[in-house]
């Protein structure tokens, strides 16, 4: 048996996609990590008490200071190495309603609304370049 200073649940993340449309045109919202500043998309631990769908949104909150729809199913999921294992994150997309001037992490992460295929491009992990893409078609689909 091993022991890890981190909870077990830790391991289970969700993120969000947040996007607009804007004069017709999808955009997403990336925001920056704060080690190594590539563009990536707001993620974290989903709580014991909250579904993944909540805590995207909480995550949208804190690391980008928006606020919105989450979409009940998830576009995809992802895995990451982090604190010694591998976690896994589903990701949902996030009609944003609302973006504030002063969030919580803004002091230290960078947010830019991208034009839909930029935002594939500019996305720091080929992962996620993958679902940001596959949300894009999806959504295209739906209009």
Known sequence: MTFSAVPEYFYRQSGAIPYRVKNGE??????????????IIPKGVVEPYMTPQE??????YEEAGVFGRVWD???GVYEVEKWGGLCTVTVF????????????????RKRKWFKAEK???????????ALIKKFVK??????
């Open 138 to 143: 999806e959504f295209s689909v739906k209009i």
């Open 93 to 108: 997309p996030m009609l944003v309603t609302k973006v504030y001037e002063d969030w919580m992490e803004g002091n230290f």
């Open 55 to 60: 805590s995207a949104a909480q995550e949208a």
């Open 73 to 75: 199913e998830p576009v």
């Open 119 to 129: 935002a594939i491009d500019a996305a720091g992990k080929q992962k996620l370049r």
């Open 26 to 39: 999808l955009q997403v919202l990336l925001i920056t990590s704060r080690k190594s500043r590539k563009w």
